[in-house]
């Protein structure tokens, strides 16, 4: 608690005598509002006088902090909407102990699809608005910073088997035939994973939570540490298990709207390779809700919900491996 007292004291100072000015507000009356938003970072609300709500962000990182630079800056070039960079200060002597760098942006005011009363009604929107953003592609796959033609399936199966051994060491009740056979499953298709030879923008976490919606339907892509670029299938079955489940009206409107205009050929390409990915998909949730699950207590709503999902998870991976 009294280092926190102490980030802030110091984040206001840095506001106030550096902040202020560069954004053209010299002398403005601000506050500083200290937030529970950041995982690995300091999030703080500001709010100065006369001016349009902000968001401060203390970063510890210096590679995130790059990255996340990056990102907004990479997104916004493409047409995606993304809270804009305002400024972005990387000076490891403002916060010397911590190193933190700091980015200010603007404060997307809305509602997230996580709270939003209907998610079911924004999914065609969600649909359109990642269709555009895998529409963004380059011939290699990677980070932003990176260029890699090859080695795709190799590391998405070496990512696999480390989840599924994970998983296993958590769940006792996950049967040894089933990582082996999708290793096994994954193995095989080695060839059309490799064939990929376009990649798509994606955002590596496209949760509700990271989706905000403003009162006018405008949609905001948050927390874009993770762009990567990548097969487009793998966000497209995130997004798939997060807003339609298993209701088949959901994904038909899904699908309706995402695969609009895209190019016989290039659906074709999808085909060949979607159940891989879809897999991949479904051993990434199975995985973290394993992960949940045993840091919940037996007595909480959520750990039978937890158990649940993770049958149906199992279920949908046993019906493209045939185990």
């Given amino acids: 608690m009294k280092n926190r007292k102490v980030i ?50 203390g970063i510890a990182k210096q590679q995130r902090f790059k990255t996340l630079v990056a990102a907004a800056d990479h997104l916004l070039h493409h047409g995606v909407r993304v809270p804009r960079i305002l400024y972005s200060h990387e000076d490891r002597t403002i916060f010397p102990w911590q190193r933190l760098h700091v980015i200010c942006e ?62 296993k060491t958590l769940d006792g009740s996950l049967p040894q035939r089933v990582p082996e056979r999708c290793t096994a499953w994954m193995s095989e298709r080695k060839t059309a994973v490799n064939n990929i030879t376009s990649f798509s923008l ?15 339907g405008s949609m ?33 409107l899904f699908d309706d709207r995402y695969f ?19 897999l991949y998909v479904l051993i990434d949730f199975g995985h973290n809700l394993a992960r949940r699950h045993a840091a919940t207590d037996p007595k909480h709503p959520w750990h039978q919900e937890f158990t649940d999902n993770s049958k149906k998870v199992r279920r949908a991976m046993e019906e493209i491996v045939g185990t």
């Fill in 220 to 252: 905001y892509l948050l927390d874009v540490g993770h762009i990567r670029y990548l097969p487009r299938a793998i966000d497209y079955y995130q997004l798939v298990v997060h807003f339609c489940q298993d209701n088949g009206e959901l994904l038909r």
């Fill in 8 to 57: 802030q004291h110091r984040m206001e100072r840095f506001v106030r005598d550096t902040l202020l000015q560069k954004l053209g507000w010299p002398q403005h009356r601000f506050s500083l509002e200290a937030t529970e938003l950041g995982v690995h970072n300091h999030v703080f609300f500001l709010h100065i006088e006369g001016a349009p709500p902000l968001v401060v962000k």
């Fill in 202 to 216: 994606s955002h590596g976490d496209p949760n509700p939570g990271n989706i905000m919606v403003q009162e006018d």
């Fill in 106 to 167: 603007e404060r997307i005011t809305g509602t997230t699809a996580f709270a939003a009363a209907s998610p079911a009604a924004l999914v065609p929107a969600i649909a359109g608005f990642f269709s555009h953003l895998h529409s963004v592609r380059r011939d290699s796959w990677g980070k932003l910073s990176e260029r890699n033609r090859d080695g795709l399936h190799e590391y998405l199966l070496a990512k696999t088997r480390g989840q599924l051994q994970q998983w």
């Fill in 260 to 278: 609009a205009g895209m190019a016989a050929g290039e659906r074709e390409k999808f085909a060949a390779s979607q159940q891989f990915f879809k």
